[in-house]
């Protein structure tokens, strides 16, 4: 079955310090990879996705994500990160097949210091 | 274009209730699916409709119900309410097209059940 790891919940930065936040995956074929943002009380804002060809994929607000698949991974990153990033980050694979579905990882908190 | 549009944004019901909340996808989206987002479960798919048929269903039970209409917009429907159902469910519409592909979230109906 897939699934998805965020293996860090919470994590604080500093502001204009680079960031990472990782997620690791388990999926049986290739898999479609998504990275979302949310805000409190408000839904998910797609950052980026990858699909397949180019193995760094440039998203919204200056992020990237690198798929790795000999490690299963699809880190975020950002060289400098800026107050207003704070928030919840998200990291999800697609099912396809007999209709499509998002398995989410269980989330990162991004604390912001100024 | 308007994004997806979920109502109510708020709601509280009682237990033992039922409730139903709408989505409007994107104008020419035919995938709309729902999600459930509770702080202990994190987001969990509920299910996913395509030009009015149900293709996924996640493990919820049967008091979970949802339909699509022929202009795609999408009600889903808790009988019976319990306590935790408490949480945010969020809609996502998806254009079936490889050349833009993704899911767009709208931005939730809080259910509180008290």
């Known amino acids: 079955a897939q699934s998805v790891t965020q293996p860090d919940i919470h994590i604080t930065v500093s502001e204009g310090a680079s960031l990472e936040l990782r997620c690791n995956y388990s999926?049986?074929?290739?898999?479609?990879l998504f990275w979302y943002v949310q805000s409190p009380g408000q839904g998910l804002q797609l950052l980026l996705k990858y699909f397949s060809g180019d193995t760094l994929v440039q998203g919204i607000k200056g992020f990237e994500a690198e798929f790795k698949r000999s490690q299963s991974s699809f880190n975020l990153r950002k060289p400098s990160v800026h107050w207003s990033d704070a928030a919840e980050y998200f990291c999800?694979?697609?099912?396809?097949?007999?209709?499509?579905?998002?398995?989410f990882g269980t989330g990162t908190q991004l604390k912001v210091e100024l | 274009k308007a994004g997806v549009t979920q109502t109510p944004r708020y709601l509280i019901k009682t237990r033992g209730q039922q409730v139903t909340l709408s989505c409007s996808p994107i104008s020419g989206h035919r995938s709309v699916s729902w999600y459930q987002q509770t702080p202990g479960q994190g987001l969990q798919f509920l299910f996913e409709?395509?030009?009015?048929?149900?293709?996924n269903k996640g493990n919820f039970p049967g008091r979970f119900s949802g339909r699509q209409f022929s202009n795609s917009r999408s009600e889903m429907n808790v009988s019976t309410l319990e306590l935790g159902d408490s949480a945010l469910y969020l809609c996502?519409?998806?254009?079936?097209?490889?050349?833009?592909?993704?899911?767009?979230f709208g931005s939730g109906t809080r259910l509180t059940v008290v």
């Open positions: 996502a519409s998806s254009l079936v097209d490889k050349t833009n592909y993704g899911y767009t």
């Open positions: 999926y049986g074929a290739t898999p479609y």
């Open positions: 409709y395509f030009s009015e048929t149900q293709r």
């Open positions: 999800a694979v697609e099912t396809r097949g007999g209709g499509n579905k998002l398995t």
